[in-house]
């Protein structure tokens, strides 16, 4: 198992360029979450999935789409980016049931000039 | 609704010593409480999490947590710290949300530094 996969890993923009973040998990799980990580903020939700084809805006969704076509698959579009929007992002899964844990991807590095 | 707080951004200790991380949460239904391990330039791992079982929970490196509800509390602590402790530790609270969803909620983090 691969787990939970990211794609790219790094990526520079100009202010106003649009690019899509991939999320992909070979394990078959409901959840699936985007969020991003500032220096002193923790991670911050910016969309969740409870399934296929459902999306949910979290704590921070201003200037971000995301689509789940497909089950393993969870897409996170910046339409217009803005250098506010320089960050980490972190794509995560997890099983449907209470408790169960999250699995994060490994990160992807975004920078916004 | 749900919050969590850890009370210091950064903890200092020399090598050997007992390591204490501090987290309270808020939450309006039966939480699940999770502590994770960030390494430096690294994805979150997994260290241990309570889901209404023991109270006290033991997790991976020596780390464990113990949850006391009258104080809404899920400090994590180690007995003797490694220099390879070292990184950001976050809590989450998850619960019950409004839809039936779960979403988790997740702490600024703390910082553990280690002194050889």
């Known amino acids: 198992n691969a787990g939970v996969t990211q794609t790219p890993k790094f990526r520079v923009l100009k202010t106003g360029q649009s690019m899509t973040l991939l999320c992909a998990q070979d394990m078959n799980h409901e959840y699936m979450y985007w969020y991003r990580q500032d220096p002193g903020m923790g991670l911050r939700l910016i969309h969740y999935s409870v399934g296929e084809g459902t999306t949910a805006k979290g704590e921070v969704p201003d200037g971000y789409n995301v689509s789940r076509l497909k089950k393993q698959n969870f897409l996170l579009g910046l339409e217009s980016a803005a250098p506010s929007q320089t960050s980490v992002y972190f794509c995560?899964?997890?099983?449907?049931?209470?408790?169960?844990?999250?699995?994060f991807g490994p990160g992807t590095r975004l920078t916004v000039l | 609704a749900q919050s969590v707080t850890q009370l210091d951004s950064h903890v200092s200790v020399s090598e050997g010593t007992p390591v204490l991380l501090r987290c309270n949460y808020s939450s309006s239904y039966s939480p699940s409480l999770f502590w994770y391990v960030q390494h430096p330039n690294k994805g979150l791992q997994l260290l241990l999490k309570y889901t209404s079982a023991a109270t006290l929970v033991k997790g991976i490196n020596g780390f464990e947590a113990e949850f006391k509800k009258s104080e809404t509390s899920f400090h994590l602590t180690k007995p003797s710290a490694h220099m390879s402790d070292a990184a950001e530790y976050f809590c989450?609270?998850?619960?019950?949300?409004?839809?039936?969803?779960?979403?988790?909620?997740f702490g600024r983090g703390t910082s553990l530094i280690v002194h050889p």
């Open positions: 995560a899964s997890r099983p449907l049931w209470r408790g169960d844990t999250q699995y």
């Open positions: 989450v609270v998850s619960a019950h949300a409004s839809g039936g969803s779960y979403i988790p909620t």
